[in-house]
């Protein structure tokens, strides 16, 4: 599919979810099953982004020490554990990242 | 001032401490999006077609990943399910609204114009122009990302490929999720989302993304059972 396609419908999906309740206000109401649900799709749809990207280097599982984007995200792990801050998350992700490729 | 400049203006000034938290977010994405093979033009338009900083990430991921577009698309909608909350949240408060100002209010309704709008209504109640209030803080909002993007294309351009600029994706995706990993119903929805993600990689289309999302979500669904733990919500800076 092309890219613009891929916008303008993604971009309408999304309008659309924003534009949904406020048009039916007072004819639907959203379940509480969904309403649980929505609360795990950031967690869920993320971590199966993040996984992949870690741990598999060169289409293979990679879980030793020279999967330097592992160790790097590790680091990164800790600093958004321990800060909460996105910024500082990604400078100490690609500071490690950097400073294994350049010195080990 | 007339009543609709205040409740604008209002809302434009509650919008500054996020648009100073965004501003960063869109250049990074628009770095990004060239990096991952975007044309400047479309890296520039997705910023307004889509509007939506976590889907505008994950989309860059994916099409440097060469992932089908039904796939993006679907996951863009999945990402997206949030917005069905903001939109039932301030139904009540615009419904008395035109259509036309319901579109409108609609495609400006972002994380970041949701929360300093609703917490106003909340505390303010409304008078009839405060739908003013949240269109001030949507376009300040919009306008700063546009702002950003563009920046982050320029620059972005000039990074070279060695400085390993494609693992701020990643990276900021960890950013995103450790913040909402509160309780055990959410971790255990990161976990095994993180692992089928893994085992299902070779599966054709980029589709072990919505296989793993749609575990993940049903662990986390079960999990809570009937505990009905803090609700997580997205981090702020981004639309």
Excluded: C
């Excluded at chain 1, 790097?72 to 950097?98: D, E, P, R, S, Y």
């Excluded at chain 2, 575990?215 to 800076?237: D, Q, Y």
């Amino acid at each position: 599919m092309n890219i613009w396609l891929v916008m303008l419908i993604g971009g309408l999906i999304t309008f659309g979810m924003r534009f949904s309740l406020i048009y039916l206000f007072g004819r639907f109401h959203v379940p509480e099953a969904l309403r649980k649900a929505l609360r795990y799709v950031p967690p869920a749809v993320l971590s199966a982004i993040i996984f992949p990207e870690l741990f598999i280097r060169d289409e293979m599982l990679n879980l030793s020490l020279d999967n330097y984007r592992l160790m790097a995200g590790l680091v990164a792990i800790l600093a958004a554990w321990f800060t909460k801050n996105i910024l500082i998350t990604i400078l100490a992700g690609m500071l490690a990242l950097f400073l294994l490729q350049f010195f080990l | 001032m007339t009543e609709q400049a205040k409740n604008f203006w209002a809302g434009v000034r509650a919008e500054i401490p996020l648009m100073i938290g965004g501003f960063p977010f869109g250049m990074i994405y628009g770095a990004l999006a060239i990096n991952a093979g975007l044309s400047t033009s479309a890296a520039q338009w997705m910023s307004s077609l889509v509007f939506a900083g976590s889907a505008q990430f994950i989309t860059t991921q994916l099409v440097r990943e060469s992932a089908p577009g039904f796939v993006i698309v679907l996951t863009i909608a999945v990402v997206n399910l949030r917005h069905m909350l903001y939109s039932a949240s301030l139904a009540p408060y615009l419904a008395s609204l035109s259509t036309r100002w319901k579109v409108l209010l609609s495609y400006l309704l972002t994380d970041e114009a949701y929360a300093p709008t609703v917490i106003h209504y909340e505390k303010e109640g409304i008078n009839p122009f405060s739908h003013f209030f949240l269109l001030g803080a949507g376009l300040a909002l919009w306008m700063d990302w546009q702002i950003s993007t563009a920046l982050g294309i320029f620059l972005g351009a000039a990074i070279p490929e060695s400085w390993s600029l494609d693992f701020a994706l990643p990276l900021t995706f960890i950013a995103m999720v450790v913040p909402v990993l509160k309780n055990r119903p959410a971790i255990a929805a990161a976990l095994s989302a993180g692992v089928v993600a893994l085992f299902a990689y070779a599966l054709p289309y980029k589709l072990g993304l919505i296989v793993a999302a749609l575990v993940g979500i049903i662990v986390g669904t079960i999990l809570e059972g009937r505990k009905s733990p803090k609700r997580t919500s997205p981090p702020r800076g981004m639309p």
